[in-house]
């Protein structure tokens, strides 16, 4: 598939997506900082969130309306506040997206309703990403892959049903270009809640590309997710952590992501293919092996011992499998101390 002018999918280096979510903090400048931050750090395509508070939730604090969970990064807070201070203003899309198309990235976002996924079709929106907690919301995973453009599923907390029921009403309204996302709904996520071995059952079972949306820190956990033939990365990514913002403490700043474009770059390079005996690159080290060299000045029909025929590098004697064979053997002419042992050589 084709996102904006990048290919996506296996043969391609990892598609890095950097999250923009609520960490503008409520500032265009900022947001637009972020973009730019982005596209140097290597993203290839900066991500936005599509919602207000009135399409998220109700304006109440009856139970279910506010976090209780004493855990959570947003314990105590009312949804419909949360959602008012994280939202990225509708009139913020257009500057935003014309700075990255300035930039050379695409910026796409995950619409929360239908609302949402008319405005993005005006702006030109190259791609829709439809997050975790919608991704039982069949009617919004219809009416996005309705438009045509690749759709990305993330599938926090989704059993293989709904992952199977959310794939099938996108391939229902015609829509085949669908990436599937391993996802821990967990803010942030711990390694070892992240289950990234997932990735190549989820490429069989649904049958569609699938990446890792990532919630943990660093890159560690992304970087392997490539290893295990994840096509696409998503990352939350901040200016500054100390700045604060609804996501920024399981965000990666510039200098992280960059890290994140290189490894992952290089976990992609380093997958190759099944191969045995060495590569085109290794010819020259295979000067360096163990063979069989004679250890001292010998005369013709002097016999082979432990004393005059040795195993060493470099490799450039018969191979070592042969050293039983060799002693007692009688070299035909006189020969050097450094010599190679060949088979003319012996009787």
Known sequence: MKIGD???????????IAEMSGNHNQSLDRALEIVEAAAASGADAIKLQTYTADTMTLDIRAPGFVIEDPDSLWAGRQLYELYDEAHTPWEWHAPIMQRAHELGIACFSTPFDNSAVDFL?????????IASFEVTDLPLIKKAAATGKPLILSTGMATMAEIQEAVDAAKSAGNNDIVILKCTSTYPATPDNTNISTIPDMRETFGVEVGLSDHTMGCGVAVAAVGMGAILIEKHFTLRRADGGVDSSFSLEPSEFRMLREESDRAWQAIGKVTYGGTNAEDKSRAFRRSLYIAKDMDAGEELTPETLRIIRPGFGLPPKFYDEMLGKKVLRHVTAGTPLAWDLVS
């Open 121 to 129: 079709e005006q702006l030109g929106a190259p791609a829709y990403k």
């Open 6 to 16: 990048r290919q996506v999918g296996h043969g391609m280096r990892p598609y890095l």
